[in-house]
């Protein structure tokens, strides 16, 4: 069968339920109405709360949610369980339960003043479900950043040397990333100060980031440094800095033009595996199931580990409580109108769940035994750009630099949001004001994850493996736990505020799926952890520390639910 035809079946099923669910949610469930004025045009103060067009929000929403989320999670599965099983959780997921998720976390907090999700949370069950909520996202983020850290670092350190004799320099990559990251301030600089319409930067500084991507294969920026395991540990502390900084910066000065820079290399990456699809003529050659049974069939060896392991690999593409971060924490204090929150709520999350379904491709034309699937999941990623683009006469070395780019500049995004978001979740703990709670949440939030970045990593064996590895099932599960808590707190907003309807079965029942999925997960880690002893000691710990949050969140809403019906 062709790869085309599956993928060319996704995006139609996705399109289709973006124009019937997503209708759905838009006028039964959240009801948007533009005439109610939202926070960002109530409470615009050019810092934090600034109305955004429809077109730069959603570049900036869908950069910042993708990042290498539904890059990394789809192929890891994919190479783990068969594409079918990651393609069918997918599309289900983003469809029923991510886009839900993102919506339901979006209107809720405009509808509260653009507060986070956890706010509403506090408004709607108690104080002490919202501090729990917020120590358990605190944690998760923490988790978000050092995956995405590690990960990000290990495509700057080394060289790749091609089939065909080409070469990829990570100094390359990690050079264009360098001038990637000049370029929107410059942008941003030039919209505010010299009133350059939109348009016009995006024509001069789209056709930047090509010339970045070119340059830096002849301006490789090595650090002088031969243990590439010591080198990829400095970067991942020169990231963070960077997550420092960019996280301390007014939005519009580089989140807002770089998300939108960000969306649109998105796009293009979507367009460039459409083209590779379209005249590659690739047949699928990976298997779309495995760990069969002995006798060939699908026996507990296929659906165990698969349940509960498939929902916690792949998060983003298919749902995400990092998300509900993003939609309550930034986008929602930007959001012009009501109704944009269908495009950018629900469409993104589709656009996301494509991401997946084109990264899951990636794996499909490669066959069982090919040395590509041994590599880490943004190598795999860059390589099926690189054979795309080859088919376009574009060098297979500029191709994969281009992938590896594209992964990377979706990481930044995610990388300065979840420490912007840590700083808030700090402050709003500590009560601290200021600059004094900015530089203590926000130090806190990326400095913790540098002991992580130092730890020397091993498996079962004693062979030294990616901090990111160890860590990728833990920051799944806390994820989709997050997602399942969001969701709660969307389905207790909608029963206080649409009583009288059912309409909350729609984030309920996903939330239910969710936390069964995400506990089932933590309790497999901590199982390895304490009496397989398989992981890092850190991971049993903080599985368990997770649950027991979890836990007690859930017992605090059904306990608040449970007051709130006696005094009706």
């Known amino acids: 069968m062709s790869v085309l035809i599956v993928v060319i079946g996704a995006g139609v099923i996705l399109f289709i339920s973006y124009l019937t669910y997503g209708k759905f949610l838009s006028k039964k469930v959240f009801v948007l109405d533009d005439t109610k004025v939202t926070p960002s045009v109530e409470l615009n103060d050019g810092q934090d709360y600034v109305p955004a067009k429809k077109s730069m929000l959603l570049g900036q929403h869908f950069s910042a949610i993708a990042a290498a989320g ?71 983020l923490v988790y978000v950043i050092i995956a995405f850290t590690d990960i990000t670092a290990s495509s700057f350190v080394g060289i790749v040397t091609l089939e065909s004799g080409e070469r990829v320099n990570g100094g390359a990559v990690a050079s264009s990333s360098v001038m990637y990251l000049i370029l929107p301030i410059i942008m941003a600089l030039l919209m505010k100060f010299g009133k350059m319409k939109e348009w016009l930067s995006l024509v001069i500084f789209l056709p930047l980031v090509g010339v970045a991507i070119w340059a830096g294969q002849f301006i490789p920026l090595n650090l002088p440094i031969a243990d590439p395991a010591s080198a990829q540990k400095i970067w991942g502390v020169i990231i963070l800095v960077y997550c420092v900084v960019a996280s301390l910066l007014p939005m519009w000065l580089l989140l807002q033009p770089r998300g939108t ?102 794996v499909m034309i490669l066959t069982r035994d090919s040395d590509m699937i041994k590599r880490a999941p943004n190598f795999i990623y860059a390589a099926g750009i690189g054979r795309f683009m080859e088919i376009l006469g574009i060098s297979a070395t500029f191709g994969i ?28 703990l500590t009560g601290l004001k200021g600059w004094a709670g900015k530089l ?93 002893k398989t992981t890092h000691p850190s991971i049993p710990w903080v599985s368990l520390f997770l649950i027991i949050l979890s836990v007690l969140v859930a017992i605090e809403t059904i306990s608040s639910y449970i007051r709130s019906r006696k005094s009706i």
């Open 70 to 140: 539904p890059i990394n999670g789809p192929i890891l599965a994919s190479v783990m369980f068969g594409w079918l099983p990651a393609m069918l959780w997918v599309l289900i997921g983003s469809i029923f339960i991510g886009g839900v998720h993102d919506m339901g976390s979006l209107v809720a907090s405009v509808r509260n003043k653009a507060r986070s999700i956890t706010e509403v949370m506090k408004l709607h069950v108690s104080s002490r479900a919202w501090i729990l909520f917020m120590i358990f996202i605190w944690v998760a």
């Open 261 to 362: 820079l960000g969306g649109y290399f998105l796009y293009a990456s979507l367009l460039i595996a459409a083209a590779g699809l379209i005249f590659g003529g690739y047949s699928i050659n990976y298997p779309a199931f495995i760990n069969f049974g002995a006798d060939g069939s699908m026996g507990s060896s296929f659906w165990f580990p698969m349940f509960p392991i498939l929902f916690i690999t792949i998060a983003c593409g298919a749902c995400s409580g990092f998300h509900a971060l993003v939609s309550s924490g930034t986008t929602s204090k930007q959001l012009r109108k009501e109704s944009d929150a269908k495009p950018i709520g629900y469409g993104a999350m589709l656009l996301e769940g494509m991401v997946a379904v084109v990264s899951i491709a990636f």
């Open 401 to 428: 630099t281009f992938g590896l780019m594209a992964f990377t500049t979706f990481v930044y995004d995610t990388l300065d949001v979840c420490t912007r978001l840590g700083r808030y979740i700090i402050e709003e």
């Open 440 to 532: 203590v949440g926000t130090l806190l939030t990326a400095g913790v994850p540098v002991f992580f970045i130092f730890q020397t990593m091993t498996d079962s064996k004693g062979n030294s493996i990616p901090a990111w590895k160890i860590f990728w099932s833990t920051f799944g599960a806390s994820n989709q736990l997050l997602a399942a808590l969001a969701l709660v707190a969307v389905t207790i907003w909608l029963m206080h505020t649409r009583k009288g309807s059912k309409v909350w079965l729609a984030a309920f029942i996903p939330a239910v799926i969710m936390f069964v999925m995400s506990n089932w997960a933590l309790v497999i880690a901590v199982y390895n952890g304490w009496v397989l």
